[in-house]
């Protein structure tokens, strides 16, 4: 496949191969405070629906409105394979952070709508750049940035539904604009660490290919990958979104219910930061294999068990679920190296619209069939997923066994 490159072992690491530890946790702790915010959707479900009167499909369709505008992330990579971008790293937080914090007293439904889509226009812009920057200063680690990249979101993810439990539960509902403090003051401690951080447009270095030669060559990888990505996608928006809705309609307190959101997501975090490295010497596709058909009993287990044993398999499928996104990322990045932030950013358009689609359909099913009907459903979706594993090109990038010594 043309564009697809294999890495070796070389005796001495320019700079540029270098992995930049202090630079790429920052980028990470960037995406850690950003998705702590959007990750107050899931918990705030259950008290919107009640003090906006709307059903699950509408409360489906804000997970939509937050991350359709990821359909220009394409676009965007283009640019930031040409102009960088890197102000958005810092700033994004800020932008998010106020307006996530005013998103759970939105007045009516229509403008907590146009609060979201905002947000999801800031958030494609920062997963456009931020994720590349992340791969970009780590070298010939990708696997082990892209790791931590994912493990900053996934942190973000597990404090977000607990400040915000926090919040409501000792409040209520209309203190939450102050928690917007947090994220303007980490965009300015972000601002005076990242500014002096070199991030040099791969197009600076590399002319790279046409717009439309690109994208074809992008296909027998990207296509398979769209279909992984689709069919985890049902699954993840299950648990991400309607598990605190779901374990009320089980008899679960809200705390509770926010506890397990992010006992799910804790899990994540470690599943993140090592599923990266793991693949660096595993293999990527072999490491999201493993992931994705690990998934399936552990979804039964949830259906089937409560209490602690309930907690528990939440704990496996956060680690195993969200481990191989990092993964793939990696696997897409290292892929195309002159075009690295349009691939990613074809990657990234696939992953967010796939999970506000699936969000939706879930919430669909959800009013028709009952939540514990979609929850089953989802139990089977990473099978779809791992058959199309197989349908990737048959090149592969050898595990590299000592690339983050």
Not at 279 to 290: A, E, F, M, Q, W
Not at 318 to 325: C, K, Q, R, V, Y
Not at 346 to 369: C, N, P, Q, R
Request: overall charge positive; hydrophobic content about 55%; charged content about 10%.
């Amino acid at each position: 496949m043309e564009g697809l490159i294999t890495q070796t072992i070389t005796p001495a690491e320019t700079p540029s191969q270098a992995f930049q530890t202090v630079n790429v946790l920052s980028v990470a702790g960037a995406h850690a405070v950003h998705d702590m915010y959007t990750s107050f959707v899931a918990p705030l479900v259950p008290i919107l629906i009640a003090s906006l009167a709307i059903t699950k499909t509408q409360a489906g369709l804000m997970i939509f409105f937050l991350q359709t505008p990821a359909l220009f992330q394409p676009l965007i990579g283009r640019l930031v394979d040409r102009i960088g971008l890197k102000p958005v790293v810092y700033l994004a937080p800020a932008i998010t952070a106020v307006g996530m914090s005013i998103a759970g007293v939105a007045p009516s439904y229509t403008v907590l709508a146009v609060i979201l889509t905002l947000v999801g226009i800031n958030s494609a812009f920062f997963h456009s750049v931020g994720s590349v920057m992340s791969g970009t200063l780590s070298g010939r680690s990708i696997g082990r940035g892209a790791g931590l990249w994912m493990f900053g979101a996934e942190f973000g993810r597990t404090l977000g539904p607990l400040l915000v439990v926090a919040a409501v539960s000792l409040w209520t509902a209309r203190s939450l604009p102050w928690l917007m403090t947090i994220g303007l003051a980490a965009s300015a401690l972000l601002y005076l660490k990242l500014r002096q951080v070199p991030f040099h447009p791969a197009r600076a270095t590399s002319p790279g290919e046409p717009w439309l030669k690109a994208m074809r060559s992008m296909g027998p990888l990207l296509l398979p990958i769209l279909g992984v990505v689709t069919a985890r996608a049902f699954l993840v928006s299950a648990l991400t979104t309607y598990l605190p809705t779901y374990l009320q309609e089980e008899g679960a307190s809200l705390t509770m219910a926010g506890v397990s959101l992010s006992v799910f997501e804790a899990a994540g975090t470690m599943g993140a930061l090592l599923g990266g490295a793991i693949s660096d010497r595993l293999g990527r596709h072999k490491t999201v294999l493993i992931s994705l058909l690990a998934c399936v009993p552990l979804m039964g287990l949830f259906l089937l068990s409560d209490g602690w044993l309930r907690l528990l398999s939440l704990v496996g499928l956060g680690f195993f679920m969200l481990s191989n996104l990092g993964v793939i990322m990696a696997l897409v990045q290292e892929s195309f190296p002159r075009d690295r932030a349009l691939a990613n950013g074809l990657y990234l358009a696939s992953y967010f619209v796939a999970g506000s689609v699936m969000s939706v359909v879930v919430g669909w099913i959800g009013d028709w069939l009952g939540l514990r009907a979609a929850f089953t459903m989802g139990a089977f979706t990473p099978l779809l997923g791992a058959a199309m594993l197989f349908l990737l090109p048959g090149a592969r990038r050898e595990p590299v066994a000592a690339t983050s010594a």
